[in-house]
């Protein structure tokens, strides 16, 4: 397959309410789509950087800067290219993971639509949909964190996750376990908010019964994560800190991980995050989709990873409407607890032409030499 070019595109799409993290709070999404154009299908990918290095350390404007100057350039420098063949072409270009997945989605998507295969199938899917969770952010106090739960609940939620800090953590997951009670999946993420003084405190929550603790400290402390699965019963979930099919393995055998959070943005793309699956299911070890508040483009990709066997956990995989007004795509809807996996070729949906222009802010059209 020959790439005509590439267009990147931002689209901003304000948020339904700030969701506040232990590391930012965020008003409105600026997503950055890829879209690779083929004599034969279009495809589409989307980069899940935010606008600050405060996740990670890539940023949007970071991706735009490294897909435009070193790996669209050389992807599109006339040579056939297919899917499997993009990473190991970017390879020589260092981290820039995020970047890197979603020049790889929109080439997959393309070559999926080509050959009228839909991407579950092409990573070895089998449910025709998955449970799915939602990601409760930081609130300024307990009756606005029970009043937002309660509404999650009544759309159908089958599980929730709370983001925790210093100073809020204890406090809210007892107020949730009080109201709904110790049947409720319940778990919660730090984003590396905490420090190895805090281990002992973070045992305070081993009585609430929790799914799992995700990512509590610093990504490159794999140490504190596995000393915390000795002292702790609650269930450790490495995010930030897993960013290969290698780095899982060797988390797992360092005794740092129970559990592991796929993002495909954050591990270089699809086909990484379905070799994680791989190496977790090996060991045992159970996997879930996590969520970086995508479009319908990224949902219905990681709809499709989270549609393999060993994502036994409920993803971050919610309704377009819980962070926007209006998507891109079609909505995306979650239905007692669970959503359909798309299975049309590709990633099985595509922009919709009128919103898609409303909410762009910014493209840009490279091609080859
Ligand atoms: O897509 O629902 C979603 C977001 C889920 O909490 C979520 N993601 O660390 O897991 C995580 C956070 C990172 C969000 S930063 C954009
Ligand atoms: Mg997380």
């Known amino acids: 397959m020959k790439i005509t070019g590439v267009e990147l595109r931002r689209v901003e799409l304000p948020l339904v309410s700030p969701f506040r993290t232990s590391f930012a709070v965020e008003h409105s999404r600026n997503a950055l789509l890829v879209r690779v154009v083929t004599p034969g299908a279009e495809g589409w990918g989307e980069c899940v950087s935010i606008d600050e290095p405060v996740y990670s350390s890539e940023y949007t404007d970071g991706a ?15 040579d056939d290219v297919t899917a499997v063949a993009v990473a190991p072409r970017l390879a020589h270009i260092k981290g820039h993971r995020m970047a890197k997945a979603a020049l790889e989605a929109a080439v997959l998507d393309a070559e999926l639509r080509s050959a009228g295969m839909s991407l579950a199938s092409r990573l070895g899917g089998t449910a025709t949909s998955v449970p799915v969770g939602v990601s409760v952010g930081i ?30 953590d204890v406090e809210p997951v007892a107020a949730v376990r009080d109201r709904w009670g110790p049947r409720l999946p319940l778990q919660v993420d730090a984003n590396t908010a905490y420090t190895p003084a805090d281990l002992r405190h973070l045992t305070r929550l081993d009585e609430y019964d929790l799914l799992l603790i995700e990512q509590p400290f610093d990504e490159e402390d794999i140490a504190s994560h596995a000393r915390l699965r000795q002292i702790s019963t609650t269930p450790v979930c490495l995010d930030e800190s897993i960013l290969s099919a290698a780095g899982a393995a060797d988390a797992i055998t360092r005794g740092a991980v129970d559990i592991v959070n796929i993002k495909p943005g954050r591990v270089g793309g699809y086909l990484e995050a379905a070799r994680i699956h791989d190496v977790c299911a090996a060991h045992g070890i159970p996997v879930w989709c996590g969520g970086m508040l995508e479009t319908g483009i990224g949902r219905a990709a990681n709809l499709a990873l989270a549609s393999l066997p060993g994502f036994t956990l409920p993803g971050d995989i919610s309704s377009s409407a819980r962070y926007f007004h209006t998507d891109i795509t079609e909505p995306f809807v979650a239905q007692d607890g669970r959503m359909t996996v798309p299975t049309g070729p590709g990633i099985g949906v595509t922009p919709l032409t009128d919103a898609l222009a409303a909410l762009t802010t910014w493209s840009e059209w490279i091609t080859g030499p």
């Open 64 to 78: 735009i800067d490294v897909l435009r100057r070193f790996l669209i350039p050389a992807v599109t420098n006339g």
């Open 139 to 168: 609130k300024d106090d307990i009756g606005a964190l029970l009043d937002e739960v309660s509404g999650y609940l009544e759309s159908g939620y089958g599980r929730i996750k709370l983001k925790i800090q210093p100073g809020w």
